[in-house]
Structure formats: structure tokens, C-alpha cells
């Protein structure tokens, strides 16, 4: 009987494997902000999340101020729609999305999704996977309701690399929010109620 040939993989090649598989995902994902378009008030099958992010460099021993490196670095989010058997989102068919947001500057975001459990997995800086860190915030999307999940606030060291420390929190900005989407969003911040995101457990992580 012929032996079936095989192969192992080494860790670079693994690694470098698995990085590709990231960046295929994430190319996948889709948008988190919707706020540039018309929105209407959700039906039953859908529901509006209203939230920000803000990133800021954690100059603590560096002298006071912000320089205006700030704000030329990218931030991404990875977020993912999870199930009761795919708390990960690691499924290829769960719904993905990303935010992008500048150092130093609040970024709103406004979303229509579908019912159910969200992630917000990680942050990296735009094109380098190999940074930041993970978060394992989770918020919900309620059916035919408007939500306010709160603001991300990380703060990360100026030359972030994996690994590194760096410190995140989740609290209410609502009103710097609101006021950046009132023109054109009104409607819905008037309907918005609170339900913060939260940090995960870690027995589901």
C-alpha cells in the first residue's frame, strides 16, 4: 500500500500562514459606520447601535502635551457578529466589520445590524497586525430598538508593538456623541437608550 505523503509545517511558515488568514478575513469585514447615510428607525428585524472609539497615545514620562504624530496613526477595530457555539466569531460566516479611528480624535459610529451578540475582538494600527492588543468588548444589537453602547477609550504607548502594555475602558460620552450625529441623525438619538458594552468573562473567551 502506497504511503500518502506529508508535510510539516514550521513555525514561520505557520505563522506566516495564519497571518494571511487574518488579513483575508479582515478584508472581508465590512464597515461599522453607517452614519454618512440615511438610516431609518430600525423594524423588528433590525437594530441601530450608536457608540465611539477614541485611541489616544499615553505619554506619561514623555512631558506634557500631544504631538502631531497623534494624528496621523490609524487605528482598526475587528468586530464580529457571535453565536452561543461560535463565541469567538471564528466562524467563516459570521458577519465581520471594522472601524477606523484616529489618534487622538473621537470616532462616532452609528451601525444597523441584525439582532443578536457582538464582538469587538481587538485594535491594531492600520496595517500592522502584528500590534495592539485584544479587547473582548461585547455590546448587543436590539430588535427594533436604538442603543447606545458607550465609548472605547485605549490608550497605548506612542511606539506600540504586541504585546505591550496598554490600558482600555468603557464609558459614556453620550453627549459629545449625540452632538456630532444630531444633524443628521436626530431621529434616532432622540430614541436611543443606554446599554454599555462590557468586557467579556473570561471563561467565554
Known amino acids: 500500500m502506497r504511503r500518502l505523503p506529508h508535510a510539516t509545517l514550521h513555525r514561520p511558515v505557520l505563522g506566516l500562514m495564519l497571518l494571511s488568514l487574518a488579513w483575508s478575513l479582515a478584508s472581508c469585514a465590512a464597515s461599522l459606520d453607517m452614519s454618512h447615510e440615511q438610516v431609518a428607525l430600525p423594524g423588528p428585524e433590525w437594530g441601530i447601535v450608536i457608540g465611539s472609539v477614541q485611541v489616544r497615545h499615553d505619554r506619561t514620562g514623555s512631558g506634557p502635551g500631544t504631538t502631531a504624530s497623534d494624528h496621523s496613526t490609524m487605528y482598526e477595530l475587528d468586530v464580529v457578529q457571535t453565536q452561543p457555539r461560535d463565541p ?4 467563516p ?11 487622538g480624535q473621537e470616532r462616532t459610529f452609528l451601525a444597523r445590524l441584525r439582532p443578536g451578540q457582538y464582538l469587538i475582538k481587538n485594535f491594531y494600527r492600520t496595517g500592522m497586525l502584528a500590534t495592539g492588543g485584544d479587547l473582548n468588548l461585547v455590546f448587543e444589537s436590539q430588535s427594533g430598538r436604538v442603543v447606545y453602547i458607550g465609548q472605547v477609550l485605549v490608550e497605548v504607548p506612542p511606539k506600540l508593538t504586541r504585546g505591550m502594555d496598554y490600558r482600555f475602558s468603557v464609558q459614556d460620552a453620550h453627549e459629545s ?4 450625529l444630531a444633524a443628521q441623525h436626530g431621529t434616532l438619538t432622540q430614541q436611543a437608550i443606554t446599554a454599555p458594552m462590557r468586557i467579556r468573562p473570561d471563561d467565554s473567551r
Open 88 to 91: 469567538n466569531g471564528e466562524s
Open 93 to 103: 460566516y459570521a458577519n465581520r466589520y471594522r472601524l477606523e479611528a484616529m489618534a
Open 177 to 180: 456623541t449625540f452632538s456630532q
